[in-house]
């Protein structure tokens, strides 16, 4: 070829690559400058089956009910057994396993740190669990990456919290029946007072209800046909309302991505309501777990599946129900590409990217998910090693210690164990939770943001 013919052959290829990577640059900035507003609402001990957008007859939730129509309800959505090592997955991306649950590590990265990085405003607003229930300051919301916080360090097992306000205490009370309320005002004076206007936002709200000690305001106590947990249910479902009001008032609705879900299924068992202490009289003070086996503290379904709704509008498809495998773990990566900013590449991360899920971009999720030195799923299929973990008062009488095998797909309710029937299968998911199991191979704060 002359050498005239080659320059220009030469010269052309480099104007399309240029032109590539000018394309190609174009695109990942202007996801990165959309930045939506994120806002999380994270409730406690929540059924699965508690709202009527996922079975619920007699509680009446209108306004989640019609998140879910603006959104996606999904139905195979996982969080973690207990409410600390939940919120450590959540934060962190990262089974508790790595994590640690209620001793999170000041060493860990959560996504309010990396979201900072990037340009946002963070804020967390509730309960936090997981510096030992304890002010430890590098473990408390400012040191992990939230600008704001007000809430409790801890739960409200004795019927009263003790409120922080940044790192200062900010007093306390045994009037659990207004803490909804509470954290709901304290999202709204955020959003409406102290928030920045030109940035985009992180808000973690982190509800106490329906943790245990339950109880309702007197505007809402005795109106509900569930009794007092419905009542409960019910005016949390009205306070959301509230918030929801909130971003179209201020104009952030379509900016703002809306993630509603649990820490883990409903307290159900009755080795803990049989010695329940401190209860409102008369109270029952657990939800429903549907058609789900157990309930809070197993490593059955009830246990670890919970209610998870989505919305943003014209983004996130409306009206849409999905069975896709998806997890609090996957938030971090998710947002990460929503948001702008690096997954930590010094340690293991356990979540996976789902923003083509959320985008209905497709319609396939996790492959796996492990539960805490109990089991793995992968697919339809479901293992239980037989001696698997359980919190005391998840143990059912009359379980034996035998491998577990089911098929979700068939059998939700984890009732006909197959493991005799398909021992290879068993074998392999024993395999595939070993290498889960197997740890980070990283030096967790070798590279400490």
């Known amino acids: 070829m002359p050498k005239k013919s080659l320059w220009i052959f030469l010269n052309m290829m480099t104007q399309r690559i240029v032109f590539c990577l000018t394309l190609m640059l174009l695109t990942v900035t202007g996801a990165a400058a959309e930045q939506p507003n994120i806002l999380i609402i994270f409730t406690d001990d929540q059924g699965y089956a508690d709202l009527g957008c996922y079975g619920n007859e007699k509680n009446q939730t209108p306004r989640l009910d019609q998140l ?103 007093g306390s009370t045994r009037d659990m029946g207004s803490l909804t309320t509470l954290y709901t005002d304290k999202a709204i004076a955020y959003l409406k007072e102290r928030r920045d206007p030109e940035r985009p936002f992180l808000l973690y709200l982190a ?12 505007r809402f106590r005795g109106k509900s046909a569930g009794g007092l947990y419905g009542d409960v249910v019910e005016e949390f479902d009205f306070e959301t309302g509230r918030l929801l009001d909130t971003l179209d008032e201020l104009d952030l609705n379509r900016d703002t991505l809306v ?82 900013f690096e997954v930590p590449k010094d340690r293991r991360i356990d979540g996976i990217d789902q923003r083509d899920l959320l985008l209905g971009n497709r319609e396939t999720g996790r492959k796996n998910f492990y539960f805490h030195e109990a089991g793995v799923r992968q697919g339809k299929w479901k293992y239980l090693i037989s001696d698997a973990f359980f919190h005391g008062y998840a143990v059912e009488r009359d379980r034996k210690k035998v491998d577990e095998l089911y098929d979700l797909q068939t059998d939700i309710g984890e009732q006909a164990n197959l493991a005799g029937k398909y021992p290879e299968k068993v074998s392999n998911l024993r395999a595939l939770m070993q290498v889960i199991e197997a740890g980070d191979k990283l030096d967790p704060t070798a590279n400490r943001r």
């Open 259 to 340: 993630i509603y879900t649990s820490d883990n299924g409903p307290w159900n068992q009755p080795k803990y309501t049989e010695k329940k202490k401190g209860h409102p009289e008369g109270s029952i003070f657990w939800g429903e777990a549907g058609p789900l086996r157990n309930g809070k503290g197993s490593c059955y379904e009830a246990g670890y599946r919970v209610p998870c709704i989505v919305r943003w509008p014209d983004r996130v498809p409306g009206n849409r129900v999905s069975d896709a495998i998806f997890a609090t773990i996957d938030f971090l990566p998710t947002f990460a590409t929503l948001c702008g």
């Open 207 to 218: 509800h106490t209800m329906m943790h245990t000690v339950i109880d309702a305001s007197e």
């Open 68 to 170: 879910a129509k603006e959104g996606t309800r999904f139905t195979c959505f996982y969080a973690q057994t207990v409410c600390g090592p939940s919120r450590s997955a959540l934060l962190t991306g990262r089974y508790p396993i790595r994590s640690k649950g209620w001793g999170m590590p000041a060493s860990e990265i959560t996504f309010a740190e990396l979201m900072r990085e990037s340009g946002y405003q963070t804020a967390c607003i509730g309960k936090w669990d997981v510096s030992n229930r304890k002010p430890i300051v590098d473990r408390m919301p400012n040191a992990q990456g939230f600008d704001y916080y007000f809430g409790t360090l801890g739960a409200n097992d004795s019927g009263g919290v003790s409120f922080h306000e940044n790192n200062e205490e900010a």
